[in-house]
């Protein structure tokens, strides 16, 4: 979930448009920015993971307490199944996925 900027303003090397830049990241002021911002971050990062946005309410930072990062595992019944700790310290992607290691399934194969 990409949330409203941390760090309005800082100035970063990102990936745009395939190549490294510097670039000023600004707090956003609407929608198609906000995407804007997710699709570089994502790039940037490298996430192999689907990035959503939050609206411009900030309605799900606020109920997750996402800022500046959290992760989340939601069961298929829609409850949360695991709630890490905020970061950044509390950010540990071994955590989760140790935790998904144990609390799933791999799919089987179909014949």
Request: aromatic share 8%; glycine share 10%.
């Amino acid at each position: 979930m990409y949330i409203r900027e941390a760090h309005p303003d800082s100035v970063l090397f990102t990936i745009r448009d395939g190549a490294e830049t510097l670039l000023k990241i600004t707090q956003t002021e609407s929608a198609e920015k906000r995407a804007e911002n997710a699709q570089m971050c994502s790039a940037t990062l490298k996430l192999n993971v689907p990035t959503v946005l939050d609206g411009d309410d900030n309605r799900v930072n606020i109920a997750y307490a996402g800022w500046p990062d959290r992760l989340y595992v939601v069961g298929v019944d829609g409850r949360i199944a695991y709630q890490g700790g905020q970061g950044p310290s509390g950010f540990k992607v071994g955590e989760v996925e140790e935790w998904l290691k144990q609390n799933t399934k791999p799919k089987s194969a179909v014949p």
